[in-house]
């Protein structure tokens, strides 16, 4: 474990003294938590606890992003419940801004991401895999409305590749709070698994200085999502010089 937490801090630092490096770029760093809840299916609930800690870069148009998170999940087995907890996958994730070609067009992002076997235990991840998304934005006035769609490719054989897709708006209802509705959907990853589906209403509210929080809820509808989830997003962006 104390090799991954190094690993995760020579790429964090690696990223911010790229940064660094080069003329006025902006760094963010965050900090999450996020709980849910749910049976998916079993005669009793299980629970997951998940807290990432990432760094990005923003290197416009390109973003480069590096996160690790703890895992600690409490659920049911064979022979009783078991808990087990420990470091995830490391992933990283670069993006590329596409400005609107037209004023009626919205805003695009593509992304690819890798995320890398480091996790403690087996069971807390899912090996290597590679993800390509691609998001689309617009604003009209304080509304902005959003879509997503992607698909992850793993290489181990437990694991099939999958799509998945995001959809939703936010709301600017002041210069520092934002909040909106989105709604998830995950093709099973599995066999004897179900689909994920989940309702997440969210806000953002800057503090005025160089923070801003990120609580959210979810709701799941079916036996591939957790019954409902909570969380927190903490970003915190240094003032740059």
Known sequence: MVKLLLLFLFLALSVSAAAAAADSIPLKY?????????????????????????????????????TLPFILIDGPTGDGSKTTGGIGRLSGRVSYVIPPFHEAAPWFEVFVELAAPTETIKS???????????????????????ASLGRTFYTDDLFHDRMFTS???????????????????????????????????FANVKTGGW???????????????????????????????
């Open 124 to 146: 807390l991840g899912s090996g290597w895999s590679f993800s390509l998304r691609a998001d689309a934005i617009k604003q009209y006035g304080r509304l902005t409305p959003f």
């Open 30 to 66: 965050t900090m999450g938590f996020d709980y849910s809840s749910g049976d998916y299916g079993l005669e009793s609930d299980t629970e997951i606890y998940f807290v990432p800690f990432g760094v990005e870069a923003d290197f416009y148009p390109f973003l480069v992003k590096v």
């Open 167 to 201: 959809i939703g708006f936010s709301y600017r209802f002041s210069k520092r709070l934002s909040g909106g509705l989105l709604f998830d959907w995950f093709e099973a990853s599995a066999d004897r698994s179900n689909d994920s589906k989940d309702l997440v209403v």
């Open 211 to 241: 923070w801003s929080v990120g609580p959210y809820a979810s709701k799941g509808f079916g036996e591939g999502s957790p019954d409902f989830g909570i969380g927190v997003l903490f970003s915190f962006r240094p003032p740059n010089d």
